[in-house]
């Protein structure tokens, strides 16, 4: 009894300390470089489905000062406005100084997390519209975890398109379960009924569906499998992040299709976030 005391108050003044601390609900890992954790809400977060906030831990000590100062990077809510929890899906970058650490986080563990959420991927910046387009590369699907349970979605669009590319066949899991999961939802199931249309890709693993979504729109590769005639600025929309490169091409593909992008303030056909910087 008296040996458990000090760790106990070790472990509040810990808890206490930390700046905006929220605690890991659960962790689920899914390749040895991708994985999706849960934390408690702020019960004064409010956010629309598709924005970012910035997370993190505390970081080490500086050698100096022997202060700490919070390690933060942007993430994408992956998780819908309406859930009691907060969902991420998350990277693995071996050197990388936050997810070299955030990896080994554990049910029970706390992380920081600034409560102003941003972000253009929002059904704001889009115009209405009929199809809605999805293009992610990568952890680029976090956003559109949100998007693809968010109610709104399927109340503004009747049809949405959700492309993934990926390098392996296991990269493309997490979103497969998740758009395998949406018509059992109890709370936006009817909604979806049938509204979803799953395009997945790889470009190294042997898969159904190979190469980049990019050569697969220029070579009209997608409109053959979907039969649809291409995209239009009078009925499509589409909602795009990925690395700078994906972005810079998937806008080119856009606007040559006579897509206009769009912003929070100014509303128009489609709307690009990064998934990652550099
Ligand atoms: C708006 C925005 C939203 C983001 N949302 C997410 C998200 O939902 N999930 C997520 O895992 N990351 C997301 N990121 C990236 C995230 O902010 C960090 O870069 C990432 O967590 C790695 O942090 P790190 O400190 O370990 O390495 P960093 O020093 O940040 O990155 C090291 C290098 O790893 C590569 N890298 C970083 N992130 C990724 C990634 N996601 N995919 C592929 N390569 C990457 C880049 O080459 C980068 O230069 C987002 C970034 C931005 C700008």
Known sequence: MTEQTPVTQAAAT??????????????????????????????SLRFRSGEFVMIGLMG??????GKQK??????????????????FYSIKVQDGPLTSRL???????????????????VHDALLPGKRLWLFATGT???????????????????????THTCRDVAELEYGRRLIAGLESDPLIGE???GKV??????????????????????????????????????TDRAMVCGSLGFNKDIKEILEGFGLEEGANSDPKHYVVEKAFVG
Not at 60 to 65: E, G, I, R, S, V
Not at 70 to 87: G, K
Request: net charge negative.
């Open 14 to 43: 810990k808890v206490a300390t930390l700046p905006d601390a929220q605690t890991v609900t659960s962790v689920q890992h899914w390749t040895d470089q991708l994985f999706s954790f849960r934390v408690t809400r702020p019960a």
């Open 60 to 65: 080490d000590p500086d050698p100096k000062t």
């Open 70 to 87: 919070p390690l933060l990077r942007a993430y994408s809510i992956a998780s819908p406005a309406w859930d009691d929890e907060l969902e």
């Open 103 to 121: 990896q080994h986080i554990q049910p029970g563990d706390q992380i920081i997390l600034r409560p102003k959420p941003v972000g253009t991927l």
């Open 140 to 162: 680029g699907f976090a956003p559109f975890a949100s998007l693809l349970r968010e109610p709104e979605t399927y109340e503004k669009f009747d049809q949405i398109i959700m």
């Open 191 to 193: 909604m979806v009924d």
């Open 197 to 234: 249309v799953y395009y997945p890709t790889t470009t190294r693993e042997q898969s159904p569906k190979m190469g980049r979504i990019t050569t697969l729109l220029q070579d009209g590769t997608v409109f053959a499998d979907l039969g649809l005639d291409g995209i239009a600025a009078d």
